[in-house]
């Protein structure tokens, strides 16, 4: 009974899911701004891939990292511990 | 003066002049990129500002205002395209200038006219704000309604297209804002049982759909124009002879700009509009007026830049935004807990001088970012406008989603931007809108204190003479279709009977 509540609660809550799991910001904008891009007739995969993945790591960089605003992580959030360390400059 | 000299200190910490020189940075290039205009940069930017200090905050978002303003006349003088609307008049005396291979002087002329402007301005907003907010401390509940009222009236005179439009955008606006709980009694309004519409839709939302994501709509569907006409920069200083001839024209301007900016309602767009008008009524030679006069690139650009500055006074002293971008700086501030309105002087006078200090700082760095950096702003049109067009839109969902960390907001956005998109299709004007957004809950709340204290009788607004004479302005600005009609009507048949 609590698994259905659960489900439930997934859908409703989140727009990007994949199986149980929420892709969350990183993967959702990258998947998002590749399929804006190419609607707005950018022809050039090579293009397609390099602006939205920038776009999409930019601006968790700038938000999340540098800004303090928290993205919604999904299913990454099992990589936190990139987080901390040297992995990431900020 | 020991206020202005405090607020340099504060303009001149590090930070603050890093915040001033990005916000510069910023505003030029979104005046030099068609179809993402200051309002909508600013809401943009929101979001960037939540963790920073209140002063730098503001530093850096009227940075971009005004940076906006300069930025605007290059791509009008080079290519024809009017980077935000404050430069559509620039356009037509720029472009032709550039044509006639005076791109330089004309460059030149609005980069130290807007200059001489924003100093100005500046000047006149250090004198004169602090006694209009020492006047304005006297005001209680009644005369802020009144004066929230003229404001909203006058800013939907002054709104661009049909009175009528303006009207109805500022009543959905005046509707939009009662969306939650009454700030008196209490009592839930059109949230139709939805609970994240009890705290009503948030200004920093709506602003992003308005004018974020309304304005990538409407811009994609414009066909792009990238015709960069090629041109040698070559003496981008103006000769003797073409200062001899405008340095009048830049200060009119200048004044003009300063006093149409203070107006609710006023503004950059309308400020260049009239100067325009007025040099060409004034000059001895108005043939040459679209044919390449050097008045009708110096006047407009100095009034633009004199109103941005200026617009910043009612904000700052009333709390009474007078027009899109000063919105959403007034957003800014009450994100930062800070109520613009005459209190602001004495409770945050580090914030007011500082900001005015940096605008002097802005100024100068703006007229040493512009000049020589005119080569890369324009290679930066070259840049295709859906690139642009995603960033803002991804920056827009997160902005709004970063309000209260609801996705339910992400949705409000996307549906105003819709809404504004169909506004602007249909000739609405977007500002009205959102200004009768802010004003609204002020001039209910005032409403409702005022009758409260008058026992329910309505007739305190016009005992009081100051929010008497207030409506009667709002009143005479309401009626100013109907004079003007009646004026032209008696006009007619007279020139029929003589």
Redesign the interface.
């Known amino acids: 009974m609590a698994a259905v509540v659960d489900i439930n609660l997934d859908i409703r809550?989140?727009?990007f899911q994949f199986g149980r799991e929420r892709l969350g910001?990183v993967i959702g904008?990258l998947i998002?701004?590749g399929l804006?891009?190419r609607i707005?007739?950018?022809k050039s995969w090579r293009v397609l891939v390099i602006?939205s993945l920038g776009?999409s790591i930019g601006?968790y960089l700038l938000?999340d990292r540098l800004?303090?605003?928290?993205?919604p992580m999904g299913m990454l959030a099992r990589f936190h511990f990139m987080k901390s360390g040297l992995f990431w400059i900020f | 003066m020991t206020n202005l000299s405090s607020g340099f200190g504060v303009a001149l910490s590090p930070l603050n002049l890093l915040c001033a020189a990005l916000g510069a940075l910023i505003g030029t290039a979104i005046g030099v990129l068609p179809g993402l205009g200051p309002p909508a940069t600013v809401a943009l930017l929101l979001?960037?500002t939540?963790?920073m200090e209140p002063a730098s905050a503001i530093i850096m978002l009227a940075g971009i205002f005004y940076g906006a303003m300069y930025g605007g006349s290059t791509t009008s003088i080079l290519l024809n395209i009017p980077g935000e609307a404050a430069s559509v008049v620039t356009c037509l005396d720029g472009y032709k200038m550039a044509r006639q291979g005076r791109a330089g002087a004309a460059l030149g002329v609005s980069a130290i006219g807007s200059f001489f402007a924003g100093t100005i301005s500046v000047l006149g907003l250090s004198l004169v704000a602090p006694a209009i907010a020492s006047f304005a401390l006297k005001f209680g509940p009644p005369e802020y309604f009144s004066l929230v009222l003229l404001g909203l009236m006058m800013a939907v005179y002054l709104s661009e297209g049909s009175i009528v439009k303006g009207l109805a955008m500022a009543a959905l606006g005046l509707l939009f804002g009662t969306v939650g709980i009454d700030p008196v009694h209490g009592a839930t309004r059109f949230t139709f049982g939805v609970s994240r519409l009890l705290d009503g839709f948030d200004f920093v939302v709506v602003a992003m759909g308005l004018f974020g994501i309304a304005e990538v709509l409407v811009n994609?569907e414009a066909p792009e124009i990238r015709d960069i006409f090629k041109t040698s920069l070559q003496g981008l200083l103006p000769t003797r002879k073409d200062w001899r001839r405008c340095w009048a024209s830049v200060a009119r301007g200048s004044f003009l700009g300063f006093f149409i900016g203070v107006l609710p309602g006023g503004g950059a767009i309308i400020s260049s509009f009239i100067s325009y008008a007025v040099e060409k009524r004034i000059s001895k030679h108005p043939e040459e007026f679209g044919r390449g006069a050097i008045e009708g690139v110096a006047a407009p650009e100095a009034a633009n830049n004199a109103a941005s500055t200026s617009s910043f006074i009612p904000l700052l002293t009333l709390g009474i935004p007078g027009n899109a971008t000063i919105a959403m700086i007034f957003v800014a501030l009450m994100i930062h807990g800070i109520r613009p309105g005459p209190m602001l002087l004495q409770e945050h006078p580090h914030l007011f001088w500082g900001v005015v200090a940096s605008m002097y700082i802005g100024n100068l760095m703006l007229l040493g970012l512009n000049l020589p950096l005119i080569g890369f702003w324009v290679r930066m049109l070259r840049v295709p406008y859906?690139?642009l067009?995603?960033?803002v839109?991804?920056?827009c969902i997160?902005g709004a989603?970063?309000v209260k960390?609801a996705?339910f907001d992400i949705g409000t956005m996307l549906a105003f931007g819709v809404t504004g998109y169909l506004m602007r299709k249909g000739g609405f004007p977007p500002a009205p809108l959102i200004l009768a957004m802010i004003l609204g809950p002020i001039l209910e709340r005032s409403l409702q204190q005022s009758l409260i204290s008058s026992g329910g009788d309505p007739s305190l607004f016009i005992e009081k003479p100051i929010s008497a004479a207030l409506l009667a302005v709002a009143a005479f600005v309401m009626l100013t279709p109907v004079w003007k009609r009646m004026w032209k009507l008696r006009r007619t048949t007279r020139e029929r009977a003589g």
């Not at chain 1, 800004?67 to 993205?71: R, S, V």
């Open positions: 809550v989140t727009r910001f904008t998002a701004s804006i891009l707005l007739s950018v602006t776009l601006t938000f800004l303090g605003i928290d993205l | 979001p960037v939540y963790k994609l859906h690139f067009a995603v960033v839109v991804f920056i997160i989603y970063s960390n996705v």
